[in-house]
């Protein structure tokens, strides 16, 4: 029983370049096809993430079904994560030539259109992502960014910043202080 568990059918060494390709093809066909496969925005989207893990698991591992088998192929495929991290780290300018650039959807309230169709968004995600961050209307959205790792950063059109509404409000607050202060003392000579 525990030969056929963890006996190889396949040479080591194959057992570790088979994930390492896979891999390698995998990253380079999501940058091909662009940011929206890792967004993951509609349930189309997220069948076919599902599917591809089932269409190269037979690549990756082989005609094997042996527990050796599995770990080599899973050590392999989290070596290669491990190493590209790391280069990743080392040299940012990697980054932007693996991952692609972001891409700005909305600036200033206005939605870049071109820049929808090229992430072949439809109007209905981009408002469904505007909902799911707290926004109704694009006018209430100062920029909409898609990154790279298929992620939305926005940010909303405010009229003061956080620190200049605090200021605002302290201010606001003494004058009231003081005005209590001024009440208190009038009734005091009455």
């Known amino acids: ?22 891999y390698v093809c995998l990253i380079g066909f999501l940058r091909l096809f662009g940011k929206r496969e890792l967004a993951q925005l509609n349930p189309f989207d997220l069948v076919v993430l599902l599917c591809l893990s089932n269409t190269v698991q037979n690549s990756i591992i082989g005609n094997d079904n042996s527990v050796s088998g599995g770990i080599i192929g899973a050590f392999s495929l989290l070596t290669v994560n491990w190493i590209l991290s790391k280069a990743l780290y080392y040299f940012p300018g990697l980054n932007s030539t693996l991952e692609g650039t972001k891409t700005h959807l909305i600036r200033n309230g206005v939605v870049d259109y071109a820049a929808l169709r090229k992430e072949t968004l439809t109007e209905i995600e981009l408002k469904s992502v505007l909902h799911r961050q707290g926004f109704n209307r ?9 990154e790279p790792n298929g992620t939305f950063y926005m940010e909303g059109i405010d009229s003061m910043s956080d620190d200049a509404q605090r200021a605002e409000l ?6 009231l202080a003081r005005e209590v202060k001024e009440m208190r003392a009038e009734l005091a000579l009455r």
């Not at 029983?1 to 896979?22: A, D, G, N, Q, Y």
């Not at 302290?170 to 004058?175: D, G, L, P, V």
């Open 138 to 146: 694009y006018e209430e959205v100062e920029k909409c960014v898609l």
């Open 1 to 22: 029983m525990t030969e056929s568990m963890f006996h190889l059918p396949l040479p080591v060494l194959e057992k570790i370049v088979r994930p390492v390709i896979v």
């Open 170 to 175: 302290m201010r606001e607050i003494r004058e």
